[in-house]
């Protein structure tokens, strides 16, 4: 499987070119078009309580698209996310990555998609009280509206929760204010992640939610 | 006429430049800023031609049913246009074959082609996108904007194309609606739902985002609107 990103920053797409007999793992309604000779099928994202979970939960689609060459020759597919911005793969190898609801693309079939528990100061922060996690071996997709940032950390660092779209394993996220109750919410700041450790921080220049936050009193 | 394509790919605007005499008809509301010198009438139709039926037909494809003609009474009369969506605009020059137009993505064309509704059959009303399409024909420019970046795809065989993610394509190609894989239930429950299947040869050129995907994702992070009671 080989990988391009086009149109980055504003509206990124991906062109992946699969091999006789590979499969491309990719969120429900991600294809923008493909060749003729790939077939796809609707999985349900992790068995039906994976699934379950998954929907409820994590806030991500009960079903993902898998999509397989099964022709003799390469065959190409569009990849593309919701929102106008940045695409970028992650390669896994054997590490994990955590991904915010909405912000997974596609991922390769050596890629395991799982939830895992994210504490109740996630869910007071709207977050939910479970997060995505992907861990094994090959390329994941993730998008983010507006331009991607990665932040390499070492220590502590913080960001506003709406503007995180992924992190290394080895983060601790925890949800709090920004400084005293009053500053916090003067400053419109209200709840932002603190993370700590060392890794990884993918962050996305804008948010959809804080889009409809803007539009939501003009209405 | 000079045609500059300014601010690709995210903001990007269009400045036609005229000669004198020359003529252009552009999508109601597209219209930013223009220079005197222009004569504009407001239509239902193509100019000098009778029209209404075709405006019912754009109405009835979620068009504008007005269109600005735009024609030139002095040399270096200009205009600049731009559509609703952040994304991109390309111009494709016809040689007596025709365009096929997603509605949403026509932006104008010079008074030299001719635009109806393509109503490309019953097929239409089962996309959820609402497709409709527009028949461009005869010789000259024709301005087409998309939502993201213009990807074109050279088919040759079979291609499928999200219905949401199509701009354009050559009259050539055959399209039917289709599924993405080989079941009805896969596709509908993988989010892919109704895609179109384009067989033959020529281009068919796509857009990398979807209003609607983009559009169902802010929608549902927005208020309900409350109907007030009088």
Redesign the interface.
């Known amino acids: 499987m080989k990988h391009v990103v086009?149109?980055a920053p504003?509206?990124?797409?991906i062109e992946i070119t699969l091999n006789a007999g590979d499969t491309l793992i990719a969120?429900?309604?991600?294809?923008?078009?493909?060749?003729?000779?790939?077939?796809?099928?609707?999985?349900m994202n992790g068995g039906f309580f994976g699934a379950l979970i998954r929907k409820f939960f994590g806030r991500e689609?009960f079903?993902?698209?898998h999509f397989t060459n099964m022709s003799g020759r390469d065959a190409k597919i569009?990849i593309?996310q919701?929102?106008?911005g940045d695409i970028r793969a992650i390669k896994l190898t054997g590490g994990g990555f955590y991904i915010q609801p909405?912000a997974f693309v596609a991922c390769e079939t050596g890629v395991k998609l799982d939830v895992k528990w994210a504490g109740f100061s996630s869910w007071v922060a709207g977050e939910g009280l479970l997060r995505n996690y992907v861990h094994g071996h090959g390329a994941v997709f993730i998008g983010g509206y507006g331009a991607i940032y990665d932040k390499e950390i070492d220590g502590e660092y913080i960001i506003d929760s709406s503007h995180i779209i992924g992190y290394s394993r080895d983060i601790k996220l925890n949800v709090g204010m920004s400084g005293g109750i009053f500053s916090s919410f003067l400053s419109g700041e209200g709840l932002v992640a603190r993370v700590e450790g060392k890794g990884k921080v993918f962050l996305q220049s804008r948010s959809?939610?804080n889009?409809?936050n803007f539009?939501?009193p003009r209405? | 006429m000079q045609i500059d394509i300014l601010a690709q790919?995210?903001n990007t605007i269009t400045k036609i430049t005229f000669a004198q005499n020359e003529e252009i008809t552009a999508e109601g509301g597209s219209m930013v800023a223009m220079s005197g010198g222009l004569d504009v009438q407001t239509t239902t139709h193509k100019r000098g031609k009778r029209g209404i039926g075709r405006a019912v037909k754009r109405a009835f494809a979620g068009e504008n049913i007005f269109l600005n003609h735009y024609k030139a009474e002095r040399d270096g009369a200009h205009l600049y246009i731009a559509p609703n969506l952040?994304?991109?605009i390309m111009t494709h020059e016809l040689q007596g074959g025709s365009l096929i137009v997603q509605a949403t993505s026509f932006l104008a064309h010079e008074a030299s082609v001719d635009m109806d509704v393509s109503w490309q059959g019953f097929k239409n009303m089962l996309s959820s996108e609402g497709l409709f399409w527009l028949k461009m024909s005869g010789t000259g420019k024709v301005l087409i904007n998309s939502?993201?970046?213009i990807?074109p795809?050279a088919v040759d065989?079979?291609?499928?194309?999200?219905t949401g993610?199509i701009v354009a394509f050559d009259e050539g190609l055959n399209f039917s609606l289709s599924?993405?894989?080989?079941?009805w239930?896969?596709?509908?429950?993988?989010?892919?739902?109704i895609?179109c299947?384009f067989k033959g040869k020529g281009t068919?050129w796509?857009?990398?985002?979807?209003p609607s995907?983009?559009g169902?994702?802010?929608g549902r992070?927005?208020?309900p609107?409350v109907e007030h009671q009088q």
Do not use: W
């Not at chain 1, 969120?27 to 999985?43: F, V």
């Open positions: 086009h149109g504003s509206f990124a797409h969120e429900s309604g991600a294809m923008a078009s493909m060749d003729a000779s790939l077939d796809q099928k609707a999985k689609s079903f993902i698209s569009i593309t919701k929102a106008p909405g959809v939610r889009l409809a539009i939501n209405l | 790919p995210a952040s994304g991109d939502f993201g970046a990807y795809v065989g079979e291609y499928i194309v999200d993610h599924k993405a894989g080989k079941s239930m896969s596709s509908i429950l993988g989010g892919e739902g895609v299947r068919v796509c857009q990398s985002h979807s995907g983009f169902n994702a802010l992070l927005l208020d609107i």
